[in-house]
Nanobody, 123 residues
């Protein structure tokens, strides 16, 4: 059974940085496409960034140029480096081990969610 564990959240001032980590165990990490999602209070969960098993990345427009997703297959870990953080980035951040759809989009697996890590951007 796949286990997904996120870490690295916290409280940071606007303009600051955080790096989230997500460790996947119980399966072959390198075959998965990985996605970072976030969910703010009262809002739907949204895909923030994704990375294919080959390292191709994609970002939602609101984080382009500020967030960087990367993966280390030797450590079964995917990272989300978040720079120039804004109050609107405040949310619970979730990792998912998924796959690519027919047109290359990230498709989350319903069974492969982590418990989330909270990010608060506030002065």
């Amino acid at each position: 059974q796949v286990q997904v564990v996120e870490s690295g959240g916290g409280l940071v001032q606007p303009g600051g940085s955080l790096r989230l980590s997500c460790v996947v165990s119980g399966s072959i990490f390198s075959v998965y496409a990985m996605g970072w999602y976030r969910q703010a209070p009262g809002k739907h969960r949204e895909l923030v960034a994704s990375i294919t098993h080959r390292g191709q990345t994609d970002y939602t427009d609101s984080v382009k140029g500020r967030f960087t997703i990367s993966r280390d297959n030797a450590k079964n870990t995917v990272y989300l480096q978040m720079d120039s953080l804004k109050p609107e980035d405040t949310a619970d951040y979730y990792c998912n081990a998924g796959q690519l759809g027919h047109v290359g989009e990230f498709v989350p697996s319903p069974d492969n969610w982590g418990q989330g890590t909270q990010v608060t951007v506030s002065s």
